[in-house]
């Protein structure tokens, strides 16, 4: 008696990817579903490597179908506009891609790139981009009625990011690495957020916990990357003033920073979770 697909499907998902190449040469019924299992997930790639699979999805519309999950890391390398543009044209194919990851390196995120995405036509769940954070990916995540959560690792600029409020109305989950108040309030006002992740630096003060704030929902989960010169015996209760209903806290922070009267506000607050990573400055991303 034949294994149900299903039960097939579960039994090539244990396979590596390495493993699968044999897999696909048995028979037609059986490459149908290693083939799916082989492009559900594409992970980061060499660049080499990530070029000729964005190629073969351009080329092959009945595979490019099948990809629910996209990572492509760039970050080591300054990559050519020709590579942008094949970017942008793969993700034209994939219409059942539900997440997508891209890293550009340090260079690339200086100029406005957010156009790679106007590409996307699927509903994404989840989104992670160093792109800067600008008006023009401001208007892709106006395309993205269906995302749960955003990562923006991109530069803040000085142009506005502004979003309507109909924008991004089930996401949870917000994590900003560069991303000053201006964004953060812009992504977090009247979205049901529940876990945020942020990065708190000298020059802005509290604004981004105020930003918390104008969650629609109670924020429950919070990391902070404290990088100004604010001691926590200081930042600790100025979180638990603004977020009562935290459940877990993990905080980041200097070395320098943190001394026995922290730590004993620390054990004082009321949060069920809440870890405290102590790093050196030479540490820091």
């Not at 506009?81 to 034209?92: C, G, V, Y």
């Not at 023009?136 to 600029?157: D, I, N, S």
């Not at 600790?236 to 320098?256: F, Q, S």
Request: glycine fraction near 2%; hydrophobic fraction near 45%; include cysteine.
């Amino acid at each position: 008696m034949a294994f149900p697909v299903e039960l097939q499907d579960l039994v090539f998902q244990e396979l590596e990817l390495s493993d699968l190449a044999p897999v696909l040469r048995v028979n037609s019924h059986v490459h149908a579903i290693a083939l799916r299992i082989l492009y559900r997930i594409i992970p980061e790639l060499p660049i080499r490597r990530c070029v000729a699979c964005l190629k073969i999805l351009c080329a092959n519309p009945a595979s490019a179908v099948l990809v629910r999950k996209l990572s492509v890391d760039w970050s080591g390398h300054r990559v050519v506009s020709n590579l942008f543009r094949l970017l942008r044209e793969t993700l034209t194919h994939l219409t059942s891609l539900r997440h997508l990851s891209i890293e550009l390196s340090p260079q690339d995120n200086h100029y406005s790139l957010a156009w790679v995405l106007h590409g996307c036509r699927s509903r994404l769940r989840t989104l992670g981009t160093s792109i800067r954070c600008d008006p023009q990916l401001a208007e892709v995540l106006e395309t993205q009625p269906e995302l749960l959560e955003l990562c923006l690792r991109g530069f803040q600029t000085k142009q506005p990011f502004t979003l309507t409020e109909s924008a991004m109305p089930l996401l949870k989950m917000f994590r900003a690495v560069h991303a000053g108040p201006a964004v953060i309030t812009s992504v977090v006002r009247g979205r049901p957020l529940e876990g945020i992740s942020l990065s708190m630096f000298i020059e802005d003060g509290f604004l981004p916990l105020d930003a918390l704030l104008l969650s629609s929902r109670p924020i429950k989960r919070l990391t902070i990357m404290s990088l100004d010169n604010t001691p926590p015996n200081i930042l600790l209760p100025e979180i638990a003033n603004r977020l009562p209903e935290l459940e877990a806290l993990h905080v980041v922070v200097l070395m320098a920073m943190f001394d026995r009267v922290s730590s004993t506000v620390v054990f004082c607050l009321p949060i069920i979770s809440m870890s405290i990573s102590i790093c050196h400055s030479h540490h820091l991303p």
